[in-house]
């Protein structure tokens, strides 16, 4: 039997995404995206501990601040989150005496979640340096563009939120919600003015 040709191998060959323009683009989009999920996180992880918080318990030590009384479950619910992760953190923000648990008088089985006065002051200094690092990411942008650019995200969010709801039967949180009520809730520092930011000596991160 004689070998097939290299053009016959190669004439079933899938087209992947990545080969089109328009898919090239889409990658291209989201690859960013996930560089700026990165720098951030990063950023926060080399931050965070000098308040005594960690990446990922800011929100939630604010749900519990903003919903006194909230149980894990209303926690997860909001946060995206599983009840174990929940769980584990809860139990540290505890242990670092962040928050208290107390439990339903009506239901002996479940446990109310109370943020302390150290927990809310430890919250409102994390919320400075994250309100801090957004207002030197966005530095330089217009109102126009601004609000081009969440209303992009928004778009973006709903129709991943929707693919998630389609395909796992999943329900996604309205985060903003929780955003809009933390910026009730906390007095954020003035953007310092163009030519009073302080001056980066450090070399770009790269990656």
Known sequence: MAPESKQGMWE?????????????????????????????????????????????QLPMLEYIWLHDGCTQVEVAQALDVSAASVAVSTKRLQKAGLLVKKTDEKDLRVKRLSATPEGIARARRGREVFSELDSRTFEGFTEEEFTSLASTLERIGKNLGAAINQDLGLETAPLHKLAEEVLKNVSLPPRPQRGQQKENKEEPFQC
Request: glycine content about 4%.
């Open 12 to 56: 079933d060959k899938p087209v992947w995404p990545h080969e089109t323009p328009e898919g090239r683009a889409r990658m291209e989009v989201v690859m960013r995206m996930e560089r700026i999920h990165l720098l951030r996180r990063l950023y926060m992880q080399k931050t965070m501990p000098d308040h005594d918080l960690y990446f990922g």
